[in-house]
């Protein structure tokens, strides 16, 4: 793949100083440089609000069974005032300091100390050292991908935790949840200062950074494009796969076994959310090194947005199933399972191939198959900010040719499973599926955005081409 790689730059790189006359136009994709009025309100409310929506979901689990509604009608009612409920808010404790502090320095160890090894054994797994895009200033970095080596690592230890060992129980995160909620808020916004901090006055690539002059803006959408500490420590590729999602499957873990201890079963429910999000946490490592080429990785910087998310939003609220269903342990009934579980696999199935599909184009540069078929495509070209220009092609065939973000589609899908693995009590476990239709259908136009503007008339040509974005003759 790194082959092929090389060649595809050197065959775009031969284009290099091509002047033409839709510089202006297509040389200023990225980020925003201008701030509009809707994007700063958006973004005041989310610095406001995003900690008090994770803070009052995870609350109202703790104090009301995981009901939204009843911790309002306490406080509209004047049953209760805010002071009740805060005092009865676990604060931040030592022991989950110490347990927090020593997560995330295993993690970063992890991450800087061993290269891969995975893919030294494990046929079709791409790891170790990987190219990611063309930045916007023209730059390849390059990545160490031993995600999937650190996931094995931490589950390998947890189980050796859990079966012989026993230094500590399982269910240490559920015990400990809100406590760490304070240590994860604290990472979450000290590394986010510190990248704001590190974007004015160090940045790893200057030419890579964006300052629009408004402070809130920049804090949450960040300065720097690839902020790094020496070679390899990447804040992106670490914050976005590690802790947060290597946490992930350890935090449904530990739900199932408060599960166990409180009901003496773990029910198929929770069963199905640890299965249908393992699956997914275990793609995701599998497949790091696509990864690098995702709009996270390839288009966002890194502020706020990323770091404070990675750390707090990611683990508290994608993982709100199994919460909700240690306070709730509903069985299901087998064929709604099977229903669920089938549900939950299809959407899996479209989000991996639609992805694979356009990873194998891009990869092959169109020399694949795709259904059995030569894929169909749009030549595009596009400048990076130095005036260089650069080849790319939008795959018309496949998923691709059905809707213009059908692995979305599939990934909404699967959220739905998930949500619907917690039966129709309460309306908390909705919420995943809720905020990722808002999430993607967001992503999606905001993509949509960049890509017209690196693009230009390539992107209005594939859009008369792949008409819909989500659903095919719906939306
Ligand atoms: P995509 O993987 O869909 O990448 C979009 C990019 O692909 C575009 O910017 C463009 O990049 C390129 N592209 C678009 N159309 C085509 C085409 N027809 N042929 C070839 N290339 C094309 O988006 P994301 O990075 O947002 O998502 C990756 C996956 O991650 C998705 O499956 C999504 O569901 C999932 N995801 C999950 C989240 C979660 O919180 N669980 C959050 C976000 C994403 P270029 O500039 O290279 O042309």
Not at 260 to 280: A, R
Not at 398 to 420: I, P, Q, V
Not at 421 to 429: D, M, V
Request: glycine share 8%; proline share 3%; charged share 15%.
């Amino acid at each position: 793949m790194a082959a092929h790689q090389e060649k595809k730059l050197a065959e775009e790189r031969k284009h290099q100083n091509m002047q033409n006359d839709t510089k202006t136009s297509q040389g200023q994709w990225g980020r925003a440089w201008e701030v509009d009025w809707f994007s700063l309100a958006s973004i005041l409310f989310l610095l406001m609000f995003a900690p008090l929506i994770v803070y009052y979901f995870i609350m109202s689990c703790d104090q009301y069974q995981c009901s939204l509604t009843d911790p309002l009608l306490d406080l509209l009612t004047g049953n209760k005032h805010l002071s009740n409920i805060w005092n009865r808010t676990p604060m931040l404790t030592y022991r989950a300091a110490a347990i927090y502090s020593l997560w995330v320095t295993f993690q970063v160890f992890l991450y800087v100390s061993i290269p891969d090894f995975c893919h030294k054994f494990l046929p079709g797994y791409v790891g170790g050292v990987q190219e990611g895009a063309v930045t916007p200033a023209g730059v390849v970095n390059k990545y160490e991908i031993n995600g999937l080596q650190a996931w094995i690592i931490s589950h390998v230890l947890w189980f050796a935790n859990a079966y012989c060992f026993h230094f500590f129980s399982p269910t240490i995160i559920f015990d400990n949840w809100i406590p760490l909620l304070w240590c994860a808020n604290i990472l979450g916004y000290a590394v986010s200062t510190f990248a704001i901090i590190k974007g004015y006055f160090f940045p790893t690539n200057a030419k890579d950074c964006k300052i629009t002059g408004n402070f809130f803006y920049d804090y949450m959408m960040g300065i720097e494009f690839n902020p790094r500490i020496g070679k390899w420590f990447d804040f992106k590729l670490f914050f976005n796969g590690r802790p947060g999602i290597v946490a992930w499957t350890l935090i449904n873990l530990s739900f199932a076994a408060k599960q166990q201890e409180l009901h003496g079963e773990v029910t198929n429910s929770m069963i199905l959310v640890n299965v249908l999000q393992g699956i997914y946490v275990l793609d995701f490592f599998w497949n790091e090194a696509w990864y690098l080429k995702t709009i996270d990785i390839c288009h966002d910087h890194f502020g706020w947005y990323l770091g404070w998310g990675d750390c707090v939003w990611l683990p508290y609220l994608y993982t709100l199933q199994g919460l909700y269903l240690v306070y709730h342990p509903v069985q299901l009934r087998t064929d709604y399972a099977m229903g669920v579980l089938m549900l939950g696999l299809l959407g899996y199935y479209i989000f991996r191939m639609t992805n694979h599909q356009k990873d194998l184009f891009r990869r092959t540069n169109g020399n694949c198959r795709i259904w059995g078929k030569k894929p169909e495509y749009i030549e595009c070209s596009y400048m990076s900010v130095d005036g260089t220009k650069y080849y790319s092609k939008l795959m018309t065939s496949g998923f691709w040719g059905w809707a213009r973000h059908f692995n979305y589609t599939g990934d909404l899908m699967g959220s739905l499973a998930y949500c619907l693995a917690c039966g129709f009590e309460h309306l908390l476990p909705y919420f995943y599926i809720i905020y990722m239709t808002i999430l993607l259908t967001h992503r999606c136009i905001r993509d949509e955005h960049r890509c017209s503007s690196k693009y230009g008339k390539d992107w209005k040509c594939y859009t008369a081409v792949v008409r819909y974005r989500l659903l095919p003759g719906v939306f």
